[in-house]
């Protein structure tokens, strides 16, 4: 059958669905089911379903569609949530079958959706090293939809005028500008949380889910989100999206009826009785740890307003694992990018990354680790072999550790042990990574400072930033903004950081997009930003090829990334004079060469005749 147009789902009860028939007047009545459909020829073939109404708990349940199977249901002590579990042969083929609700004196029935698999989704491909992902804050982005800003069964109203409110950025900003994006040499967006945060306040930032299911509809639909994915898969653009299984919005549904007692860590939500996450990163690997810590940096809230989930319940994790395939299939997704990573329970993200894989063999999920620590970032990277033992899925982590090697290598006078000495020393890290180049490498997040402020507003650093990240080995990742100099303080402030991008709004005096306003250097940088990641979208040899760096010398430092066919060079002069190649000291990757080539202007010299500016950075093809 084709696909049902019912898939673009209202989310109360089935996309396509609906509960129908009564035989007395105390019949059940049934608000959800989640996943609001499924698909044919999954990998994995048993589905659970969690449906809530009105006591339901107790429900028998009856199926006759081929290939499909009832295996048993499950409950929570609230009697409103009864948990199905269907079995769906291989052979099973997509249409709607009727599940049937039975109690002793009434009868509910359920449709749902089994929709046919597109062609190719098990092989799709991830994104990966000949990428580069352009983040986006999706509320400060651009406006492409302002009837959407504020909308009658959401909480928070926009207001642009308050750095914490909702600015009324949305998918369709995101949409409109696909062009921009591509034409800056972008291959994949990661956008922040786009799912609902009904939250009554600061729920622009998208991190406390109030319904996993559902696209909040300030930013658009869920049928919008799909029309997105699949505009930016046109232009040769993917999308990542980013998850949360480590947390929730105290605004969530759930917290109205919660199924169980330990569906949340903590012993009681309504009375305070749950204790704060410490931080301690540290706890999976560390051998002497106390069971105290480990339990504290697991099961501890972020804030009042982020409920933690239990993901040792079993109904629990595997509501999270189902919702993230559930995502992956329906949006057409190129990878995930999992917040806040570590904090979730361990044993969880085992299994949450196994499904993910098995289903998706060629996928790729990067998760948060937020530290300098590259023997932690690598505790996580799939393949690790960990002492204790504990084995991950996920093939990339976010390389922070080299993100603070960047910065304050760039940021730090040179002396014996700061300045590009630190950034020298950060790639030894790579001994400790399973797989270094399928780190996502980056300048700068929605969490941090601006790239630009943090190197004190320096156009010459700030271009060596741009050029590391654009030829160093990984999957470079670049923060919106950031290409036309955005600013912020150097303290942390989240509602300055993620600022609108110029032009995004109708009535903005300037207009980055089209470059209107923008001041030369700002202009410069974004020319500058646009000629690295579009030339290094076709160049193998910065996506796989060898790297070797030589010890910076009086604050020159000169990397390679070298195959049989291409050698790049990247000199970095971050002293306050001209400096020349030291050739002979370079030798064992030069050879015989003896050319040049400037990537930025496409300007050629002989190597002898080579000069490095002062406080700037070239990036040289090398013949």
């Not at 009375?271 to 051998?287: C, I, L, Q, S």
């Not at 995502?327 to 990018?337: H, K, M, Q």
């Amino acid at each position: 059958m084709s696909k049902p147009s019912g898939l673009l789902f209202t989310l109360f009860l089935a996309i396509s669905g609906s509960c129908q028939g009564a035989v007395s007047s105390s019949v059940p009545s049934i608000s959800k089911v989640e996943p609001p459909f499924w698909w044919t020829r999954m990998a994995e073939p048993n589905l659970q379903l969690m449906v809530y109404g009105q006591d339901l708990a107790d429900a028998r349940v009856h199926v006759e569609y081929p290939g499909v199977t009832v295996t048993g249901t499950e409950r929570e002590q609230n009697p409103n949530y009864l948990f199905i579990n269907l079995n769906i042969a291989t052979s099973t083929q997509p249409g709607t079958l009727t599940l049937e609700l039975r109690g002793d004196d009434w009868r509910q029935s359920i449709d749902y959706v089994l929709a046919p698999r597109r062609s190719g989704s098990a092989e799709r491909q991830g994104f990966d090293s000949s990428d580069t992902i352009y983040l986006i804050t999706p509320d400060r982005f651009a406006n492409g939809e302002p009837a959407n800003d504020s909308t009658a069964d959401t909480k928070e109203e926009a207001d642009r005028t308050d750095p914490n409110g909702r600015h009324g950025g949305d998918i369709a900003g995101m949409q409109v500008h696909l062009d921009y994006i591509a034409d800056m040499g972008f291959t994949q967006i990661w956008p922040n949380p786009l799912i609902e945060n009904d939250q009554p306040q600061y729920s622009y930032h998208g991190y406390s889910a109030t319904d996993f299911y559902r696209i909040d509809p300030r930013y658009g639909s869920n049928a919008s989100f799909k029309a997105f994915v699949a505009a930016a898969k046109e232009k040769g653009i993917g999308v990542i999206q980013d998850m949360v299984p480590n947390h929730i919005g105290d605004g969530h549904w759930w917290l109205a009826d919660l199924p169980s007692g330990d569906w949340l860590n903590g012993k009681g939500i309504e009375t305070g009785e749950y204790e704060y996450t410490n931080h301690a990163r540290t706890v999976h690997m560390d051998p002497y740890a106390s069971h105290k810590d480990h339990q504290l940096f697991t099961d501890g809230w972020f804030v009042d307003s982020m409920p933690d989930p239990n993901q040792r319940n079993p109904r629990m994790a595997n509501y999270l694992i189902q919702n993230a395939i559930w995502w992956v299939e329906y949006a057409d997704l190129s990878g995930i990018r999992v917040d806040t990573y570590a904090y979730s329970d361990a044993d969880f993200l085992t299994n949450w990354s196994a499904r993910l894989m098995q289903e998706y063999p060629n996928f790729n999920i990067v998760g948060e680790e937020w530290t300098r620590q590259a023997a932690l970032v690598a505790y996580w990277q799939a393949g690790n072999k960990n002492r204790n033992g504990y084995i991950s899925h996920v093939p990339s982590m976010m390389d922070f550790p080299l993100l603070y090697g960047l910065r304050d290598g760039l940021e730090k006078p040179e002396t014996w042990s700061t300045g590009l000495v630190t950034l020298y020393e950060s790639l030894a890290n790579d001994v400790l990574y399973p797989d270094p180049n399928n780190l996502v490498i980056l300048g700068g997040n929605h969490d941090m400072s601006r790239l630009y402020s943090q190197l004190d507003e320096d156009l010459g650093k700030f271009r060596m930033a741009v050029a590391y990240i654009a030829t160093m080995r990984g999957i470079p990742q670049f923060y919106y903004g950031d290409e036309i100099l955005a600013k912020s303080p150097k303290r942390r402030d989240d509602g300055v950081v993620r600022s609108d991008f110029p032009g995004g709004w109708a009535g903005d005096k300037v207009n980055a997009f089209t470059g209107k306003g923008l001041s030369i250097e700002q202009k410069q940088a974004q020319q500058f930003v646009r000629t690295l990641f579009n030339w290094r979208k076709d160049k193998e040899v910065l996506h796989n090829g060898e790297l070797t760096h030589f010890a910076p010398i009086d604050g020159l430092y000169v990397y390679f990334r070298y195959d049989e066919k291409d050698t790049v060079m990247v000199a970095i002069n971050k002293s306050d004079r001209p400096r020349e190649l030291p050739l002979t000291h370079l030798s064992e990757i030069l050879g015989g060469k003896s050319t040049a080539t400037d990537i930025t202007n496409g300007q050629s010299n002989t190597l002898n005749e080579l000069v490095i500016p002062p406080g700037d950075v070239l990036v040289t093809e090398i013949f």
